[in-house]
């Protein structure tokens, strides 16, 4: 059940007696590159930095230590943007 207003982005599958239309297959090129990006976000703070593994007793500390994780995530990022000379998305 969504939320009313909220638009409901996945991505569409084909049967085995229908392939996906033109219409279709374009909806989901559009959906996988947001969802790649974001992807590759929660995949680096998981996996390079062990951010899903908290432990700590109270909804405070467990709210500061996921500021803090991004908070370093961002920093990383903008080392990264700044060194490769990458575009922003403005």
Known sequence: ATPKGAELFT???N????????DDKMFNKIISKIRVRIEQVFGFVENSMHGSSLRSIGF???????????LTYNLLRYEQVKRLNLKTWR
């Not at 405070?60 to 991004?70: C, K, M, P």
Request: charged share 30%; aromatic share 0%; glycine share 0%.
């Open 11 to 13: 991505c569409l599958k």
């Open 15 to 22: 049967t085995r007696s229908k392939s996906l239309k033109a």
């Open 60 to 70: 405070d500390r467990a709210v500061l230590n996921t500021d803090l994780t991004n």
